[in-house]
């Protein structure tokens, strides 16, 4: 059984081995590939395994032999899973692997937009601690998060973890979501409609999958609904802001600040505008990268795999 991994380089080889995926068959694996070379490399795959490479529907009928595809994620757009539905080609994704990594990322931008450290580290560094007549100094305002509320939209694995987290530093916690299933066992919690939550939270953190119901979901008029003191935080998909809107408030100070790791095209282009807004972290979608979530992904990668080979897949979001 050919198996080919299509964007291998950003599980590094050093401590993410895929030694166990010889085990299940051949294997060809690439650091890259382009949308031409995706098309070349996966017309003789049974297995074919992405990150980020965009498998499009016309790569799927043109690879006769494809029977499965496994994403190194737990987002899957890349994928054209309705073409693969229709082909019989089943997609998985890996749903957990990231829960807590993406969690305390969360947290490390808000901070750094609560209290930028590293701006200040930076400047004590160049000489203006030594320099100062006072005991301390800070360029930016100092913002505590206890007693403030913390609006999480999307409210999975995730963002219950970050609503968590935001209890554990005394936010009140509003969160809106598809599913309301069960409620958290913290308190103070509440169900939220989107508009509501815009307007009442000091900071919003964006949990949910970028369809087309949610693209664009941050917008002008959304952007406008949130407080002028309020910080919008997103580590989920770049597409659920509409960034033109975003830097342009920024500019025009109509919320704090924004923390970034992920935007609307990775790598992100040298005219994007928020690269000039003003208050706006930019991180390169590093999230998910700490080493313990790259091992979880691919062990689960493999697992999943493994398991459609052996006729009981795993995973399976089509």
């Not at 074919?48 to 006769?64: D, F, H, M, Y």
């Not at 299933?181 to 939270?201: I, K, N, T, V």
Request: aromatic content about 6%; hydrophobic content about 45%.
């Amino acid at each position: 059984m050919r198996i080919v991994v299509i964007d291998g380089r950003t599980l590094a080889a050093d401590d993410n081995p895929w030694d166990a995926l010889h085990a299940l068959g051949e294997v060809e694996l690439y650091d890259r590939s382009t949308l031409e070379e995706v098309a070349v490399r996966a017309a003789g795959a049974a297995i074919l395994i992405t990150n980020k490479a965009r498998v499009s529907g016309r790569v799927i009928e043109q690879s006769p032999g494809l029977r499965f595809i496994a994403v190194r994620a737990t987002g899957y757009d890349c994928v054209d899973v309705v073409a693969a539905r229709r082909r019989g080609i089943l997609v998985s994704n890996v749903p957990e692997y990231g829960t807590d990594s993406v969690a305390q990322f969360t947290f490390a931008l808000l901070l750094g937009l609560c209290h930028r450290s590293e701006h200040h580290a930076n400047a004590v560094h160049a000489g203006e601690w030594a320099k100062s007549p006072d005991f301390c100094f800070w360029q930016t305002p100092q913002v505590e998060l206890a007693g403030k509320t913390m609006g999480i939209v999307g409210f999975g694995r995730i963002g219950r973890r970050v609503g968590e987290l935001a209890h554990a530093f005394g936010m009140r916690v509003l969160a809106c979501s598809r599913s309301q299933a069960s409620s958290p066992a913290y308190e103070p919690f509440a169900w939220s409609g989107l508009d509501q939550l815009f307007e009442q939270s000091d900071a919003i953190s964006l949990h949910c999958a970028l369809t087309e119901a949610t693209a664009g979901l941050v917008n002008r008029e959304r952007i406008q609904r949130m407080k002028p003191t309020a910080f919008l935080v997103n580590a989920a998909r770049g597409g659920l802001v509409v960034e033109a809107d975003l830097a342009d408030a920024l500019n025009r100070g109509l919320l704090a600040g924004a923390a970034l790791d992920v935007v609307s095209q990775e790598p992100i282009r040298p005219d994007n505008p928020l690269l000039t807004a003003k208050n706006c972290l930019i991180t390169p979608h590093i999230a998910w990268a700490s080493r313990e979530a790259r091992r979880r992904l691919l062990a689960a990668t493999v697992q999943n795999a493994a398991n459609f080979v052996a006729g009981r897949p795993t995973n399976v979001v089509n």
